[in-house]
């Protein structure tokens, strides 16, 4: 008893004295709150100067500062946040979003700008929670026209070359282009993403990562017309987890090795995701041109697969139109990919499909315990220039 009470006091000290931590705190955090700030949630007055102004003092705030934005709806125009000159003890700025953000009902307002919602060079940023509609149906249609008179559309939420972010709980609904992208970033955490968007919207990526490492995507489901999630160049310790996909393009590595001179991508690891009726399931892509670009150790654990038009698949022989893609031999080289647990149903007859390049065969690819079918039939697997080894059940038989 003697050491249970010793036990419960000192769990009590320790309780006290992170409260006092929290409290004092607390007491240093401040708090800007758009509305006071001249926002209206009405949905057509233009706040983007509030959001901007509240940015420019928690930017300035020595210690943690929160911008607050209370339940409504917001009109937002293009907007830029910059973490460039910030104060140099900034203790991180977080954003608590009640409402939702709607951008400029005319495309052309944002349609050129890159990004809607841009945020660059920022350090340990959180957004928790928030509904970004950038209402770029309009845009779709027209580009879906024969109109050569569209705009190319903006990146919902962009990060460029920041780190220690943290997305919470977001919602991005019907982006022009990109739902959200990560860009020269480290330590990106997302958590509860949701996506939405017509699975017939053009270049509608739901998150896209290049050129950063230690992202982390758990808890997601994007439903959209592009990748569900797509990897650029130069990504690497990357974790996903738990996410929906479906409709769209599935999880995409790539496309990789436009460039001749490319930054690889390795150490990718993508556990416990289920596509429905997407195009792809887990899939690498690279174009059909010489380049130094790798890929090196993906992990692709426990999928499931409803109705996927092409479950596996490596495709080095990207080359649309048959245009820029002077050598048809693609010099990325792709090697230790596992497959492990990937079960379900494939919507063509080929369900494991590895077409490398002849230049660098496809090496060390790994198949562990594989179960895809066809319309109650035997599905089929098809390799070129691809080497590697299966245990446990493969179905489709192993092309190796
Ligand atoms: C691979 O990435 C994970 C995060 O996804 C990280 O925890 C691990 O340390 C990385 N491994 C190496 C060897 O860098
Ligand atoms: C493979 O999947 C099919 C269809 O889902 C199922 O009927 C079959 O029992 C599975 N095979 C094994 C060995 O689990």
Redesign the pocket.
Known sequence: MAVHSRRSYRAITVLSITFLIYQSLLANAVTYNVVNLGAKPDGKTDSTKSFLSAWASACASETPATIYVPPGTYLIGEAYFNGEHCSSTNKGITFRIDGKLVAPSDYWEIGNAGSWIKFERVSRVSIYGGVFDAKGSSLWACKASSSNNCPSGATTLAFYNSNNIVLNGVTSINSQMFHISIDGCQNVDLQGTKVSASGTSPNTDGIHIQLSS???VLNSRIATGDDCISIGPGS????IENVACGPGHGISIGSLGWEKQEPGVQ???VKTVTFTGTENGARIKTWGRPTNAFVN?VLFQHLVMVNVQNPIIIDQNYCPHNSNCPNQNSGVKISEVTYQDIHGTSATIVAVKFSCSKKNPCSEIKLEEVNLSYMDQQAKASCVNAQGTTSGLIEPTSCF
């Open positions: 230690g992202v982390t690497s310790n990357l974790w150490n990718v690891t150790r």
